[in-house]
Every structure is written in C-alpha cells, then in structure tokens.
C-alpha cells in the first residue's frame, strides 16, 4: 500500500484558514464548503486543527465539529482544545476516527492514557509542534507554538508513545505556510525515535515534497495545507488534491 496522503486543515473560529508560521491567518472558506469540495476527491483522510481552541484555551467545538462530520464522506480526525477522555469520546461518537491530542500531554498526562485505554491506541494521534532552535536541536512547543515544553521533539514524541499515541503528528512551525519543503531533519529525528508510524507536516510547496518527507524522512505519511488548499504564487483558493495516480507516481 502506497503510504497516505493527507490534508491538513485549520479551523479558527469557525471558519478554515492558512498560517505562515502559526500566524497571519488566511481565510480559505466555510468549512462546509471545503469539506464538500475534498468528499469530491479521493483523499485518505482529513486532518482538521482547532487552532484557536489550541491557542486560547478553549474546548472543541463539538457541535460544529459534529456538523462537519455528517457533511463529511472522508475519514476525519481531529485536534485542538481537547483536556478531557470525555471531549474525546463525544468527538469520537461524532464519527471522528482519530483525535490529536497536545497540550494535554504536558499538563494531564494521564489523559492521553485514559483515551488511549478507553478508545484504542488507533484513535490517538500525539502532536508535537517544533521548532528549530540554536545548534540545530528541535524543542517541543504547546498550545499552537506559543508555550514551550521544555524537552526536545524527539523526547516528547517517544513520551506521547509511552502514553498510548499510536501515531505521531510531528509539524514544523518554521516551515509551516512557507511551502519551503519539509524539514526532513526534524523529521528523520522523531521518527527514530518511535516506533509508531510519524505524519508528516509543515512546508511543502510542491506535490514531490511528499515523496520527500517519507524517502527522505522516514515518515509513514505526509501531511499538508497550503499544497492543498492554494494555487500558484499568488496563493489563490483552490482545494486540490492529487488522483490515485498521480499519488502513485509521486510516491513511486
């Protein structure tokens, strides 16, 4: 099986938008209307990224999120603001088949286990947010890339494992918009250490970037938002997605 393909999409009070470096967000549409654009393609699945609940505190916005779902024909997960196994589980019962979880791990650990044990380690994907800092080390950061965790991106990926993350979102805050590639180092650096398939995200600005992030960066998928959702320099709206064989001969 070829290794997925999968768009990552930020929602931000209600609405989908695009970040330069967890900033400057760009409106890319309402929800229901980018989502009916990606149920038209053959897409894996769906990545969607509560960032200003991450960012502000906040809890999940279930019953939009449960409005996404039943407009929504693609396997769907989702993360942002989640503290608690029973956000989780409402999530979930949405018809959600994943939730990342980040912030939580640092302040409630024990939540992401409780998740994990209630739901299956399939169901929990562990974020780590990243960020490239003095002598080339990459640090962990929470909430959206405004507070850091105070351990590096390998060690708090190899932690979300040890909780019951069955999959490891690893995305890199300074490639994030700037369609420059993927950090293939930070990449390569948490993938050894887990065990558990990595995703992927942050930089990629062509379709061959992906190719990139798993040839190059052991990761078991790829992850993106502007190659997705943008079109030429002008970074014009334009959901896209690649066919299954397009997928095939970029992924080899």
Request: negative net charge; aromatic residues 6%; glycine residues 12%.
């Amino acid at each position: 099986m070829r290794p997925r393909v999968i768009p990552s999409l930020l929602l931000d009070d209600g609405r989908f938008v695009k970040t330069v470096r967890f900033s400057d967000p760009v409106y890319v549409g309402d929800p229901v209307n980018v989502l009916s654009i990606f149920n038209h393609f053959e897409v894996d699945e769906i990545l969607i990224l509560g960032v200003s609940e991450s960012r502000k505190g906040r809890p999940p916005p279930i019953e939009l999120l449960e409005h996404l779902a039943a407009e929504c024909t693609i396997p769907l997960s989702y993360g942002g603001g989640i503290t608690s196994l029973e956000e989780a589980g409402r999530i979930l019962g949405a018809g959600y088949e994943k939730v990342l979880v980040n912030s939580v791990a640092a302040t409630r650990p024990e939540v992401v286990t409780a998740i994990s044990e209630r739901f299956g380690t399939q169901a929990v994907i562990g974020g780590v947010d990243a960020r490239r800092g003095p002598g080339g080390t990459y640090t962990a950061w929470a909430r959206s890339g405004t507070e850091p965790m105070g351990r590096s991106a390998a060690d708090q990926a190899g932690r979300l494992q040890e909780l019951g993350a069955g999959e490891i979102f690893v995305n890199s805050i300074d490639r994030d918009g700037t369609r420059d590639g993927y950090d293939t180092d930070l990449i390569r650096s948490v993938s050894s250490a887990v065990t558990t398939p990595v995703i992927a995200c942050g930089g990629a600005g062509r379709r061959s970037d992906l190719a990139l992030a798993i040839n190059q960066g052991n990761a078991s998928a790829a992850a993106a938002g502007s190659l997705f959702v943008f079109q030429g320099a002008g970074r014009g709206v334009l959901i896209n997605f690649p066919s299954p064989p397009e997928l095939d001969d970029i992924l080899g």
